[in-house]
């Protein structure tokens, strides 16, 4: 798991990220993206209440990249979260039986 600690906040040391990442992920072939077996799969993130919309969960992304650079970095997430994942730099895959499975964001 990461965690981010807020700097800025009135509260210090405050969590205002928490990620929780699973190392070398299962994922349905039908994705077609073969490298994803052995990068890192974000499979839960949340920002802190008051803290959204501020860059604190892209920030908690690029330092995982930074930690595991030249690793393929990708998200199953809810439809309720598609917009943040559509952000500049994400790939959307759609898997190959398309409305049986969710969307994939990654960046290789």
């Given at each position: 798991?990461?965690?981010?600690?807020?700097?800025?906040?009135?509260?210090?040391?405050?969590?205002?990220?928490?990620?929780?990442?699973?190392?070398?992920?299962?994922?349905?072939?039908?994705?077609?993206?073969?490298?994803?077996?052995?990068?890192?799969?974000?499979?839960?993130?949340?920002?802190?209440?008051?803290?959204?919309?501020?860059?604190?969960?892209?920030?908690?992304?690029?330092?995982?990249?930074?930690?595991?650079?030249?690793?393929?970095?990708?998200?199953?997430?809810?439809?309720?979260?598609?917009?943040?994942?559509?952000s500049p730099?994400w790939e959307?895959?759609?898997?190959?039986?398309?409305?049986?499975?969710?969307?994939?964001?990654?960046?290789?």
């Amino acid at each position: 798991m990461i965690n981010i600690w807020s700097s800025d906040s009135e509260e210090s040391g405050e969590e205002v990220v928490r990620l929780i990442v699973v190392d070398h992920p299962e994922l349905d072939a039908g994705y077609r993206v073969p490298e994803a077996a052995e990068g890192l799969e974000i499979d839960f993130m949340e920002v802190a209440d008051g803290h959204r919309r501020r860059g604190f969960g892209t920030q908690a992304i690029e330092m995982l990249r930074r930690q595991h650079s030249g690793r393929t970095v990708f998200a199953r997430p809810p439809e309720s979260e598609d917009a943040f994942w559509q952000s500049p730099g994400w790939e959307h895959v759609r898997h190959a039986q398309d409305g049986d499975y969710p969307p994939l964001f990654l960046k290789r």
